[in-house]
């Protein structure tokens, strides 16, 4: 068996010494606990900062004009007015007024008829009879009966100045 | 928590594994304690690891073991248990160091060194030599003279570790010291061969 030539150069050993092991230790424990209490330190730092930020930014907003108070409306609800309902007519016969003309003298006829036509504008809101009677009314009367008087309403205004034109 | 070198070389890797991230864990939180252990395990490991690549130099070698603790107490964060082990990331650190120191200062002219001298002066130049040899050699060569004559490992011993077959070691070996004479200065192989 050949020797082998770099044994005795390659095996060499070397202890190290319990001091510089235990100085050594210290030193990097040492280390450890400088870099702890930097971290802490840093992030206490970071805390305050955040602090002293946020105190600014209060300070800033407290320290700007910012005018009047925005007016608060109070959202209440509108207040409700009442719309006028119709009154409902009277379902009293509407034919009825008609039917009185006819119990009337001739002469009379054309006021009754005026008559029924005012009731159904005013009271019963039915246009159509109250054309009809007011039709009625105009072609039994005279010719004087074409004239518009301040009594007439708009309907009667309107069949009275038509009638005049066909006359014209 | 406290554990000896050879308890921690001697666990299966999962377990040195989840011990090693327990006790980083707790460095990084500032655990005194837990740094201590660490440097227990594996300060006997990384000094005679360093000695053995300054050739014996002491001096250099608590220089170089000095500067590796400080370095890894303050890169801790970078250390990865499943990479590899304390140690090993240790002795990373220590091999970049020497390859720095080594590698930047060429060793003075060949010296006629003998082995068996007596005299401190030679025995500082033969491990100067070692150094730079050793510093100049490739990882693989010098990983494998490592196994042999500073971890003492058989062939076959460095071959089931490393996966490998023991012809495969043995042919790196021979490659390995091959280098490692023609890297030395001349006068020094032809003393020692």
């Known amino acids: ?3 082998d030539p770099l044994q005795p150069l ?3 050993r070397s202890a190290p010494s319990p001091a510089f092991r235990e100085a050594l230790k210290s030193r990097t424990a040492r280390v450890l606990v400088y870099r702890r209490r930097l971290r802490r330190l840093a992030w206490a730092g970071s805390c305050a900062a955040c602090l002293l930020l946020g105190a600014c930014a209060v300070l800033a907003v407290q320290a700007i004009d910012w005018g009047q108070p925005a007016q608060h409306t109070k959202l209440t609800p509108p207040d409700v007015v009442p719309v006028p309902q119709p009154a409902v007519a009277a379902k009293a016969p509407t034919v009825a007024p008609e039917r009185h003309v ?9 006021e009754r008829y005026l008559e029924a036509g005012n009731y159904f504008v005013d009271e019963a809101h039915d246009y159509a009879s109250a054309l009809r009677c007011y039709e009625q009314a105009l072609a039994g009367g005279d010719a004087s009966a074409l004239e518009i008087t301040p009594d007439d309403n ?3 205004m309107a069949l009275k100045i038509d009638q005049q034109r066909k006359e014209h | 928590v406290s554990r000896n070198l050879a308890e921690n070389a001697a666990m299966p890797p999962s377990d040195r594994s989840s011990y090693e991230r327990a006790l980083r864990s707790a460095v990084l939180a500032g655990d005194e304690r837990a740094w201590q252990t660490l440097y227990d395990d594996a ?3 990384l000094f005679a ?3 053995w690549r300054c050739g014996g130099m002491r001096d250099d070698a608590e220089e170089i073991v000095q500067e590796t603790w400080l370095i890894a107490v303050r890169r801790i964060r970078a250390f990865d248990p499943e990479q590899a082990s304390f140690l090993t990331w240790l002795r990373g650190i220590a091999a970049n160091l020497l390859r720095q120191r080594f590698r930047r200062a060429r060793p003075r002219a060949a010296l006629p060194l003998d082995v068996a001298a007596d005299d401190g002066e030679r025995r500082r130049e033969q491990a100067e030599v ?3 040899t050793l510093a100049a050699l490739p990882e693989r060569y010098e990983a ?3 196994a042999k004559y500073l971890d003492e490992q058989t062939v076959d011993e460095i071959a089931a570790e490393w996966g490998e077959t023991p012809k495969a070691i043995e042919s790196l070996l021979t490659r390995a010291r091959q280098a490692f004479r023609e890297i030395c200065p001349t006068n020094f192989h032809e003393e020692t061969s």
């Open chain 1, 10 to 12: 390659l095996a060499c």
């Open chain 2, 130 to 132: 070692i150094a730079h």
């Open chain 2, 43 to 45: 300060f006997e490991g």
């Open chain 1, 154 to 156: 708009w309907l009667v």
């Open chain 1, 1 to 3: 068996m050949t020797e």
């Open chain 2, 49 to 51: 690891y360093v000695a």
């Open chain 2, 144 to 146: 494998v003279l490592r």
């Open chain 1, 102 to 110: 006819f119990d009337r003298p001739a002469p009379r006829r054309a």
